[in-house]
């Protein structure tokens, strides 16, 4: 689609082959007028012909961000003027799904002080309908009233029940007026229920019958009621004898056309990305906490007093990951119009870069690639917001071929799923168009208290969205969302001797303080450096090995929810491995789990509701005499449908069926703490900083960036992949043949050295060699036993032993490379002056 000038009206080629007329009011230029308003296309609909596409409401048509709402927002500035200041104050505003949800939302801004509601498509549980309509030309038909306080639309009535009529104006915005119908249902519907005196109208477009006309008046005798319409522009459509039958007969003749024959894609989808295409870049908006994401439920004054400071900011952060694009197109989401509208408002006035907006449809229309015709380009791709009508075909209209060098997809997190990351998806649509495609999620806003007017019901207060670098950790936004809450301006860490005597002594649990952040000698970083380069290839394989096993097992699109933090990098190695090898984006988060205190509930309630739970699969690095694995397996016994399996790289203790490797190997990724996963600490839970509706919590150690290998490690490994893809193929094939059934032998180690060192307590012998990593990074360790004649695998080890002054004892018949044993019965007299341990007598 190439940029022609503005001398071929977008209506021209309906018109030339259907014979419809657009007609202007008689005013002097009233038809050029209206054809600058609207151009003409055909609709993939048996109940009509033509569609009216708008230029100015930002759906089908990418446009100046600023002409949209500059356009709602005068309609809404008159309607004020219409109704004088005093019953403006007191009006309420409607807006239909899903075209005029962002126009309706610009109208009430330009009341002022009026508050919003649009209705929708999407059932929303615990919520109660405040009412519906029909829609009877429409694709979708059915329109749900989901206000969060039912007396949103009873105005000045009080209370439910009260039989006292409101004045209140009730502002129903639309993006055309036709033959009036759907206005005038929902107005007999609302009027049946919340009488009132005066109703107004607000359309983009007023293109009624001379018929239809005569109508309003008479409707508006019927109810008693004043009804005034407000319009941008006015005329008739002419449409001949036999149109629908004519413009069904085009549609399916362009249809049939070979693909190809129109261009980009207009005569069907852009089909999949290709494996390893653009990654999307997330964008973390900072989306102010209680502000709705939309109309759907209601939309205050309040709520736009803390919306409009919030918004530069957002914008400089859009602008930001932009880098040098020229030509961006800001895109929304079906419903979710009036969000990235307001974002690219304030994107306009942030950056020199040309900015268009446009949103995504259900409607489904054909597109020619003609400039005398309004869809030029079509991108099909699958529904990804779990719709209640079920699966089915969506649309991006005009923007392949459109010469974006950026496009910036608002999404809510009700629709940030598995299918908007699939190879068919509009993401992956998106990239095959554009060289740079940012994801920006809208917090999906659920009503969390009922109001007075409200029916009692009990709803959880709402989660926040996942914590995303760069904002919290070193990783891209993209490889994983922490369940977290951020705690890094908090003073939790305490030297390692006063966190081990109070936990020993039962003062403390260990998940309510950190240890003081270990800082790795120059030495040390070049063991991890040594020992990184001898294992990637081995982890690169174990990391194919056990994300294939996943593919092969739990479905095509798993939810990988690490378990922080050990667990984190390879979650995020598994999900660079599903790109790498199939082209496909898994969601991965990072949630929180402390022995003897379980999982964090409030994270599966996040996950439970933005996700199926039986696609969660929980990913963990190692595993040691299993007591992790035991903890979530009793932890989820209250939660339906989570599967209590963990995937880790080595399961050398036996304790879990899907692995990478049952060796017990150094997994480089042990050998340090933060520095390693992303800057992020061990996860906090204590009764003063986490209350029982937040997630866990943990520090974001950014002054240590200078010394973090995070994305070092993650690169390193990677590069391996392609070597060792023959070697994961071959294992993956025996593994799902093979008895996969835990064998627990490792606990039955632990328990047998626990009482042969008269320990008399397991949780104090740490089995793996990552394990026993932990005891000498974390703990206050007594002594090391090394499988004789473990090698290499164990040097980083005898490394931190002799810093620490911790003897290691060389062993047969370990089932684990080493055990590291944490001293039974500690006080701060056990170590001496300094630091170092000291044998037990």
């Given at each position: 689609m190439k940029e022609t000038a503005d001398v071929v009206w977008s209506g021209s080629w309906v018109a030339e082959r259907l014979g419809v007329e657009l007609v202007g009011d008689g005013r002097s230029d009233?038809?050029?007028?209206?054809?600058?308003?609207?151009?003409?296309?055909?609709?993939?609909?048996?109940?009509?012909?033509?569609?009216?596409?708008?230029?100015?409401?930002?759906?089908?048509?990418?446009?100046?961000?600023?002409?949209?709402?500059?356009?709602?927002?005068?309609?809404?500035?008159?309607?004020?003027?219409?109704?004088?200041?005093?019953?403006?104050?007191?009006?309420?505003?409607?807006?239909?799904?899903?075209?005029?949800?962002?126009?309706?939302?610009?109208?009430?801004?330009?009341?002022?002080?009026?508050?919003?509601?649009?209705?929708?498509?999407?059932?929303?549980?615990?919520?109660?309908?405040?009412?519906?309509?029909?829609?009877?030309?429409?694709?979708?038909?059915?329109?749900?009233?989901?206000?969060?306080?039912?007396?949103?639309?009873?105005?000045?009535?009080?209370?439910?029940?009260?039989d006292t009529e409101t004045d209140a104006p009730l502002v129903l915005v639309d993006d055309e007026f036709s033959t009036g119908n759907t206005v005038l249902n929902t107005i007999r519907a609302l009027h049946e229920r919340y009488p009132r005196s005066r109703y107004v109208i607000v359309a983009l477009v007023d293109m009624r019958s001379p018929a239809d006309r005569g109508r309003l008046?008479?409707?508006?005798?019927?109810?008693?009621?004043?009804?005034?319409?407000?319009?941008?522009?006015?005329?008739?459509?002419?449409?001949?004898?036999?149109?629908?039958?004519?413009?069904?007969?085009?549609?399916?003749?362009?249809?049939?056309?070979?693909?190809?024959?129109?261009?980009?894609?207009?005569?069907?989808?852009a089909g999949p990305a290709a494996p390893g295409s653009r990654p999307c870049t997330r964008v973390d908006l900072r989306w102010p906490a209680g502000v709705?994401?939309?109309?759907?439920?209601?939309?205050?004054?309040?709520?736009?007093?803390?919306?409009?400071?919030?918004?530069?900011?957002?914008?400089?952060?859009?602008?930001?990951?932009?880098?040098?694009?020229?030509?961006?197109?800001?895109?929304?989401?079906?419903?979710?119009?009036?969000?990235?509208?307001?974002?690219?408002?304030?994107l306009e006035d942030h950056t020199d870069a040309e900015v268009r907006y446009s949103t995504t449809t259900r409607s489904p229309v054909l597109a020619v690639d003609d400039p005398g015709y309004a869809i030029r380009s079509r991108l099909v791709f699958p529904a990804h917001d779990n719709p209640a009508d079920g699966p089915g075909d969506r649309y991006a209209y005009n923007v392949a071929g459109a010469g974006f060098d950026a496009v910036v997809l608002a999404v809510d997190s009700a629709a940030d799923t598995p299918e908007l990351h699939a190879p068919d998806g509009l993401l992956a649509q998106l990239a095959a168009h554009t060289d740079h495609v940012l994801l920006a999620v809208v917090p999906s806003y659920v009503p969390s208290r009922p109001h007075p007017h409200a029916p009692e019901r009990q709803e959880p207060p709402v989660l926040p969205e996942p914590l995303r670098g760069p904002a919290f950790s070193s990783y891209a936004p993209d490889e994983v969302g922490w369940l977290l809450q951020d705690l890094s301006d908090t003073e939790l860490e305490a030297p390692t001797e006063e966190r081990e005597e109070a936990i020993q002594s039962g003062g403390a649990h260990y998940a309510e303080s950190l240890p003081v952040e270990y800082q790795p000698s120059a030495e040390y970083q070049e063991l991890f450096k040594a020992a990184l380069e001898l294992s990637a290839a081995r982890v690169a394989r174990a990391v194919g090995t056990v994300t294939e096993t996943v593919l092969a097992e739990r479905g095509p699109r798993p939810v990988l929810v690490s378990l922080a933090r050990a667990g984190t990098p390879v979650g995020v190695l598994m999900r660079r491995w599903a790109r790498h090898r199939h082209g496909i984006d898994l969601p991965h988060y990072a949630v929180s789990i402390v022995r003897g205190r379980g999982i964090d509930a409030n994270a599966l309630r996040w996950l439970a509701a933005?996700?199926?739970?039986?696609?969660?699969?929980?990913?963990?690095?190692?595993?040691?005499?299993g007591a992790i694995t035991r903890e979530l397996s009793a932890a989820l016994d209250g939660f339906d449908g989570f599967d209590p399996e963990i995937a880790v790289l080595a399961d050398p203790g036996g304790c879990v069926r899907t692995y990478g490797t049952r060796e017990d190997f150094l997994i480089p990724s042990a050998c340090l703490n933060s520095t390693v996963s992303g800057l992020i600490s061990r996860t906090v839970l204590r009764a003063d900083l986490v209350g029982p509706e937040d997630f866990h919590g943990a520090k974001f150690y950014r002054e240590l960036a200078d010394t973090d290998v995070s994305g070092?490690?993650?690169?390193?490994?990677?590069?391996?992949?392609?070597?060792?893809?023959?070697?994961?193929?071959?294992?993956?094939?025996?593994?799902?043949?093979?008895?996969?059934?835990?064998?627990?032998?490792?606990?039955?180690?632990?328990e047998r050295i626990s009482e042969e060192y008269g320990i008399h307590d397991v949780n104090l012998v740490k089995p793996g060699v990552g394990e026993t990593t932990r005891v000498l990074l974390?703990?206050?360790?007594?002594?090391?036993?090394?499988?004789?004649?473990?090698?290499?695998?164990?040097?980083?080890?005898?490394?931190?032993?002799?810093?620490?002054g911790v003897p290691v004892e060389e062993v047969d018949g370990l089932p684990y490379s080493c055990v590291g044993l944490i001293h039974p019965k500690y006080t701060r007299g056990a170590t001496g002056a300094d630091g170092k341990a000291v044998e037990s007598k």
């Amino acid at each position: 689609m190439k940029e022609t000038a503005d001398v071929v009206w977008s209506g021209s080629w309906v018109a030339e082959r259907l014979g419809v007329e657009l007609v202007g009011d008689g005013r002097s230029d009233g038809d050029g007028e209206l054809k600058d308003l609207l151009g003409l296309a055909l609709r993939r609909n048996p109940k009509r012909a033509h569609l009216l596409v708008s230029n100015v409401l930002g759906k089908h048509v990418p446009q100046k961000p600023s002409v949209v709402y500059g356009t709602g927002f005068e309609l809404g500035r008159r309607v004020r003027e219409l109704l004088g200041d005093a019953e403006a104050r007191r009006a309420v505003v409607l807006g239909y799904a899903e075209t005029a949800t962002g126009l309706g939302h610009a109208v009430a801004d330009g009341l002022g002080v009026a508050p919003y509601l649009h209705s929708t498509r999407r059932p929303v549980e615990g919520v109660a309908r405040a009412g519906g309509f029909e829609e009877s030309h429409s694709h979708a038909t059915s329109h749900l009233l989901l206000p969060e306080d039912p007396a949103l639309l009873a105005g000045d009535r009080g209370p439910a029940g009260a039989d006292t009529e409101t004045d209140a104006p009730l502002v129903l915005v639309d993006d055309e007026f036709s033959t009036g119908n759907t206005v005038l249902n929902t107005i007999r519907a609302l009027h049946e229920r919340y009488p009132r005196s005066r109703y107004v109208i607000v359309a983009l477009v007023d293109m009624r019958s001379p018929a239809d006309r005569g109508r309003l008046a008479g409707f508006a005798a019927e109810i008693g009621a004043r009804v005034d319409l407000v319009a941008r522009g006015s005329g008739t459509v002419t449409l001949p004898e036999g149109v629908l039958a004519k413009g069904q007969a085009l549609v399916a003749a362009h249809e049939s056309e070979p693909e190809g024959a129109t261009a980009h894609g207009a005569a069907g989808s852009a089909g999949p990305a290709a494996p390893g295409s653009r990654p999307c870049t997330r964008v973390d908006l900072r989306w102010p906490a209680g502000v709705p994401d939309g109309g759907r439920h209601g939309f205050t004054p309040a709520h736009r007093a803390v919306l409009e400071p919030a918004l530069p900011a957002m914008a400089a952060r859009i602008a930001g990951a932009l880098g040098d694009a020229r030509r961006v197109l800001v895109l929304g989401f079906e419903e979710l119009m009036y969000a990235p509208l307001r974002m690219g408002t304030a994107l306009e006035d942030h950056t020199d870069a040309e900015v268009r907006y446009s949103t995504t449809t259900r409607s489904p229309v054909l597109a020619v690639d003609d400039p005398g015709y309004a869809i030029r380009s079509r991108l099909v791709f699958p529904a990804h917001d779990n719709p209640a009508d079920g699966p089915g075909d969506r649309y991006a209209y005009n923007v392949a071929g459109a010469g974006f060098d950026a496009v910036v997809l608002a999404v809510d997190s009700a629709a940030d799923t598995p299918e908007l990351h699939a190879p068919d998806g509009l993401l992956a649509q998106l990239a095959a168009h554009t060289d740079h495609v940012l994801l920006a999620v809208v917090p999906s806003y659920v009503p969390s208290r009922p109001h007075p007017h409200a029916p009692e019901r009990q709803e959880p207060p709402v989660l926040p969205e996942p914590l995303r670098g760069p904002a919290f950790s070193s990783y891209a936004p993209d490889e994983v969302g922490w369940l977290l809450q951020d705690l890094s301006d908090t003073e939790l860490e305490a030297p390692t001797e006063e966190r081990e005597e109070a936990i020993q002594s039962g003062g403390a649990h260990y998940a309510e303080s950190l240890p003081v952040e270990y800082q790795p000698s120059a030495e040390y970083q070049e063991l991890f450096k040594a020992a990184l380069e001898l294992s990637a290839a081995r982890v690169a394989r174990a990391v194919g090995t056990v994300t294939e096993t996943v593919l092969a097992e739990r479905g095509p699109r798993p939810v990988l929810v690490s378990l922080a933090r050990a667990g984190t990098p390879v979650g995020v190695l598994m999900r660079r491995w599903a790109r790498h090898r199939h082209g496909i984006d898994l969601p991965h988060y990072a949630v929180s789990i402390v022995r003897g205190r379980g999982i964090d509930a409030n994270a599966l309630r996040w996950l439970a509701a933005h996700h199926d739970p039986a696609d969660v699969v929980f990913v963990d690095g190692w595993t040691g005499k299993g007591a992790i694995t035991r903890e979530l397996s009793a932890a989820l016994d209250g939660f339906d449908g989570f599967d209590p399996e963990i995937a880790v790289l080595a399961d050398p203790g036996g304790c879990v069926r899907t692995y990478g490797t049952r060796e017990d190997f150094l997994i480089p990724s042990a050998c340090l703490n933060s520095t390693v996963s992303g800057l992020i600490s061990r996860t906090v839970l204590r009764a003063d900083l986490v209350g029982p509706e937040d997630f866990h919590g943990a520090k974001f150690y950014r002054e240590l960036a200078d010394t973090d290998v995070s994305g070092h490690f993650l690169d390193t490994v990677a590069a391996h992949f392609d070597e060792v893809v023959d070697a994961v193929d071959a294992e993956v094939k025996e593994l799902l043949a093979a008895d996969r059934a835990p064998t627990w032998e490792g606990w039955a180690a632990v328990e047998r050295i626990s009482e042969e060192y008269g320990i008399h307590d397991v949780n104090l012998v740490k089995p793996g060699v990552g394990e026993t990593t932990r005891v000498l990074l974390r703990r206050v360790p007594w002594k090391i036993l090394a499988d004789r004649g473990a090698g290499a695998d164990l040097d980083h080890i005898r490394l931190l032993a002799e810093q620490r002054g911790v003897p290691v004892e060389e062993v047969d018949g370990l089932p684990y490379s080493c055990v590291g044993l944490i001293h039974p019965k500690y006080t701060r007299g056990a170590t001496g002056a300094d630091g170092k341990a000291v044998e037990s007598k």
